[in-house]
Structure formats: C-alpha cells, structure tokens
C-alpha cells in the first residue's frame, strides 16, 4: 500500500545513534504542543508532550525542546532502533478554542538504518 | 487509554457515490474528532462530533459533503458525498482523555480510493 510518508521530509539515522526531528508552529496561543508516531497502516500514537510554559520534557529515550521565542518544536530520540522507523507529526492544541481539536505540522518520515 | 475500531478500514468507490465510515469507542466520551489524511500529507481536522448537537466543522469542510451523525457517547459516522478522486484520504476518527489531556486516541483510519 502506499506509504503514509511519500512525500514528506525524510531523515534517516544509523541504528543507535540519536535522531532529532524539527517541527515549526504558527499559533503562539497554543497551550501544549504534542509529538506523534505514525507507523504504516496505523493511526497517530502519542508519544509526548509540553506545556507551553515550559521548555524541555524528558520521557523514556525522548526529549522534547520548546522554543517560544522562535516558535519551533523538537524531539530527540536517543539510541534509535528498528521500531522507531516511523513518520513523526507534532501537534498543538489551543484550549482556549471551540474545538480542542489538534492542528498537525507537515510531519517527518524517520528511518532508522541497519 | 481508549480503543478505537473504524470501518471499513478500506474502500475503493465509483466517483458521485457516497461513503459511510463508522468509528466505534469503548468508552464513553463528549468528543470525537474526525480528521482526513490526504496522500503523504499530515492530518487536518474536518469536524468535531458533539453527542446530542450539530457537529462543528473546520474552516473548509461543510456538512452537505461530510455529514457526521453521532447517536450516542460511543458511536459516529461520517458520510463522504459525492465523492471525486480529490477525496481519495485516510479519514481517521479520533478522541481525547478531556479537556487539558492532550493525549489523543486514533483509530486505525479508513484508506479510501475513488476511481
């Protein structure tokens, strides 16, 4: 079937070696920022998130990285593996809006090479 | 944590026909969210499906071509009218832990091709 991430950005990494991935946001009004992990066939997966009045989260071999000043994202797998192999979307969430609905970034296809 | 089932989980339609997709929760929950995810593309909020009330549609979506139905706190559908081969997407149906829970459930997503 077709890939979910055949024309998105693409970064590929060696087995083991970390991998940070980049997202730029629009809405300086958002409350948390989420990253998700979509494999093939499958629907998003969360993985982490971060208030927006903080600037770093840590959780099992991932880091998320806010920067307000410049409104950019990012996550930082360490010691990557096969199963990381994945497209990766950040999110945000304004609350404060009618929907609570996420508004997702363009997404990045990770590979994690042999 | 919540699970998600759609159906069907692929289709492939003749152009000028319409298409009903089911999301089933088993839990009870206030909102579901219907999103589409058009080939090698991120994900975009078509609607929110509100128990009891008219969905809420996204700036672009209307409800003559995605009319949602949603009966009861563990069921919804969404319909795709008239469909052209622009509407060719994964739809996923999705909810939320509640307000402040960011974390999102996702159901497997419906893979739908219009010929």
């Known amino acids: 079937g077709e890939s979910v991430g055949l024309h998105l950005p693409t970064l590929s990494v060696q087995e083991g070696d970390n991998s940070i991935i980049n997202c730029a946001y629009s809405?300086?009004?958002?409350?948390?920022f989420i990253w998700y992990k979509q494999e093939s066939g499958k629907g998003p997966q969360f993985i982490i998130d971060i208030r927006s009045n903080m600037d770093k989260r840590q959780g099992q071999r991932v880091t998320v990285l806010l920067n307000k000043t410049v409104k950019h994202l990012s996550l930082q797998i360490a010691a990557t593996q096969p199963g990381d192999s994945a497209v990766y979307f950040c999110?945000?969430?304004?609350?404060?809006?009618?929907?609570?609905?996420?508004?997702f970034g363009k997404g990045t296809h990770l590979i994690i090479q042999p | 944590s919540a699970v998600i089932s759609q159906k069907p989980s692929r289709d492939i339609c003749q152009r000028g026909t319409s298409l009903t997709i089911q999301c089933q929760v088993d839990s009870q929950v206030t909102m579901m969210f219907w999103y589409r995810q058009q080939p090698g593309q991120s994900l975009t909020l078509i609607a929110t499906?509100?128990?009891?009330?008219?969905?809420?549609?996204e700036s672009g979506f209307v409800i003559d071509k995605f009319p949602i139905s949603r009966p009861n706190l563990t069921f919804s559908t969404l319909t795709v009218s008239n469909m052209s081969p622009e509407d060719s997407s994964i739809y996923l149906c999705?909810?939320?832990?509640?307000?402040?829970?960011?974390?999102?459930?996702f159901g497997q997503g419906t893979r739908l091709t219009v010929v």
């Open positions: 999110a945000e969430i304004h609350s404060g809006g009618g929907a609570d609905g996420l508004t």
């Open positions: 999705s909810v939320r832990g509640g307000r402040g829970n960011t974390e999102a459930f």
């Open positions: 499906a509100n128990q009891g009330s008219e969905a809420t549609y």
């Open positions: 809405n300086s009004a958002s409350d948390y």
